[in-house]
């Protein structure tokens, strides 16, 4: 076996990531483009001093993007699973080592990767096996990741930096894997002397999009889904709705009658996650939830695992377990230790990630007197 295989090996089975809950669970965000001010998201300081003083940091906590010292920074959205961010390690080391040897980008041109999804452990593990020498900054909770739309991974983002007190604005963004470094350096070197103003200005030009991941099946298809999950424990159903709440986020409801028993409001959720990685298929399934928040059903509808092969039953069955049971409102926290299915951590973390939107849905829908 290959290092890299066993290294691959090592990701899967010590995912330690916490997914905590959804980062405000706001409206998405348009994909970043060029033009657009780079957000003022917060990170977290990185421990290493050697990280601290390449970046320019002072604040011990946590830091924004416009606070590195830099000209140009080339900020990579990125996750340790993700092969070819795993793929594009060593080709940044070597851009590194470009900037880092020539004396007029040595400290006008900076790196950071900033990993979606993942914490501390997962980011040294990556760091440690590739021998990432520039920082990378873990973003459990996909704040950063939320706030440029959600991109799929490896996504490089080129921003332009005069000043902690001016803006700090996107050249250009790309993504996916691309292995010429010396033309990427180039690049960034003539990035370095573009005006301010110029930048701005291609925002005019471009359109910004929102990603939103397409359900497998179609609305009649997926109602079918739930009606049949509402009823699989016996009962009729004699009410069905859809409920459109705060943010767009839509949710199912059905009244269930048994004979000799009140009537049982049910509740459904489609939850469709867009990918970590570039190569990887969305994530989409239904969850069924009683009143008092309580998971009935899990539903997968588009499921992926290592090679983009579907799940099985075996598999389905095992991420049921995990959630089953468990109620809405509390967070779903992902450890892959226990909570991830074999060859199939993005999706896994993927599953727990929407799940978190249970919490604002259940305040909403009693604020709305349905709960």
Not at 170 to 177: C, N, P, Q, R, S
Not at 328 to 348: E, H, K, L, Q, W
Request: some cysteine; proline content about 6%.
């Amino acid at each position: 076996m290959s290092n890299r295989s066993l290294f691959l090996l090592i990701l899967l089975g010590m995912a330690l990531f916490i997914s905590g809950l959804a980062p405000d669970l706001q409206a998405q965000q348009p994909l970043i483009q060029a033009g657009a001010l780079f957000p003022e998201v917060k990170l977290k300081t990185p421990l290493s001093v050697k990280d601290r003083a390449y970046l320019g940091l002072s604040d011990p906590k946590e830091f924004a993007v416009k606070d590195i010292k830099a000209k140009v920074i080339l900020v990579e959205i990125m996750n340790v699973y993700c092969v070819s961010c795993q793929n594009l390690a060593p080709i940044y080391n070597r851009l590194f080592t470009l900037i880092h040897s020539d004396p007029r980008t040595r400290n006008r041109i900076k790196i950071i990767g900033v990993s979606a999804g993942n914490n501390d452990q997962e980011v040294k593990i990556f760091r440690d096996h590739f021998r990432v020498p520039f920082p990378i900054i873990p973003d459990p909770r996909y704040v950063l990741h939320a706030a440029i739309g959600g991109s799929p991974t490896p996504f490089s983002i080129f921003v332009r930096r005069e000043s902690r007190d001016q803006p700090v604005v996107v050249d250009a963004t790309h993504l996916g894997y691309d292995e010429n470094y010396t033309k990427l350096f180039g690049r960034l070197k003539s990035l370095m002397n573009r005006n301010l103003a110029e930048v701005l200005k291609k925002g005019e030009t471009t359109t910004a999009k929102i990603l939103k991941p397409k359900p497998p099946l179609n609305e009649e298809e997926i109602q079918t889904r739930i009606k049949t999950a509402f009823t699989r424990t016996g009962g009729r159903l004699t009410g069905f709705d859809k409920v459109v709440l705060g943010q767009g986020r839509e949710v199912y409801a059905g009244l269930v009658e048994k004979e000799g028993q009140a009537k049982k409001r049910l509740f459904a959720q489609v939850v469709g996650e867009l990918p970590a990685c570039d190569v990887c298929h969305d994530t989409h399934f239904i969850y069924t939830f009683e009143e008092s928040g309580k998971i009935l059903d899990f539903i997968p509808l588009q499921l992926a695992k290592y090679g983009n092969a579907p799940w099985n039953e075996a598999d389905v069955a095992q991420i049921g377990r995990k959630i089953i049971g468990r109620y809405i409102y509390n967070p779903f926290s992902f450890d892959g230790r226990v909570d991830a299915v074999t060859s199939a951590t993005i999706t896994s973390a993927a599953i727990f990630k929407g799940l978190n939107e249970g919490q604002i849905l259940f305040k909403e829908l009693r604020e709305r007197g349905l709960i």
